[in-house]
């Protein structure tokens, strides 16, 4: 089983996106879904993540902007991100919480 985070891209200050994150198997054999981003020369950290339930828990760095969200019948996690600012600037990563092995993530660029 594979988590694909995607739709990732090139947005100005103050602009949205949102990424996906699918599982290749079912959502079902996964509890608590995060997204986590590293920024260059920084260390990776957790943004938000979302349990089996519904229920979410955003880092500080996220309160107020952005929301996970999970789909179950698509087997997707979703990050929707507003009010993006440069320092957003890093590769996304979707992955389990606790974070167990890591795949590609998604780049994600803001522009002042």
């Known amino acids: 089983v594979q988590l694909q985070a995607s739709g990732g891209g090139l947005v100005q200050a103050g602009g949205s996106l949102r990424l996906s994150c699918t599982v290749s198997g079912s959502i079902s054999n996964f509890g608590t879904l995060a997204w986590y981003r590293q920024a260059p020369g920084k260390w990776r950290e957790l943004v938000a993540f979302v349990r089996r339930d519904g229920s979410a828990s955003y880092a500080d760095l996220a309160k107020g902007r952005f929301t996970i969200s999970r789909d179950n019948p698509k087997n997707t996690v979703y990050l929707q991100m507003n009010s993006l600012k440069p320092e957003d600037t890093a590769v996304y990563y979707c992955?389990?919480?606790?974070?167990?092995?890591w795949g590609q993530g998604t780049q994600v660029t803001v522009s002042s």
């Open positions: 992955n389990e919480y606790p974070a167990r092995t």
